[in-house]
């Protein structure tokens, strides 16, 4: 069973800069696809970003150019470095991990961009 952990959330005003961290147990980590999702209030669960390995990456076109997600797979941790933050960027923030046909998803942590 995979575990996922995410820490980083806050608040923030615009222009601003937050990093999640997610921190993955239980699984075969280097193989799965890691993701960043969110979901903001009223809203269905969007794609923010993916990683499948170091060159595989994959953005909405909403947060290209500003978010950077990263993975370190001697310590099983994905991240999402988040700048010039903007008040549509609110949002619960939800780690993912993929391997094979099964989704896994973390807590997830709150981001609130204040304008």
């Known amino acids: 069973q995979v575990q996922l952990v995410e820490s980083g959330g806050g608040m923030v005003q615009s222009g601003g800069s937050l990093r999640l961290s997610c921190a993955a147990s239980g699984g075969i980590f280097r193989f799965s696809v890691m993701g960043w999702y969110r979901q903001a209030p009223g809203k269905q669960r969007e794609l923010v970003a993916t990683?499948?390995?170091?060159?595989?990456?994959n953005y909405a076109d909403s947060v290209k150019g500003r978010f950077i997600i990263s993975r370190d797979n001697a310590k099983n941790t994905v991240t999402l470095q988040m700048n010039n933050l903007k008040p549509e960027d609110t949002a619960v923030y939800f780690c993912?991990?993929?391997?094979?046909?099964?989704?896994?998803w973390g807590q997830g942590t709150q981001v609130t961009v204040s304008s």
């Open positions: 993912s991990s993929r391997y094979g046909l099964t989704t896994y």
């Open positions: 990683i499948a390995s170091g060159t595989d990456i």
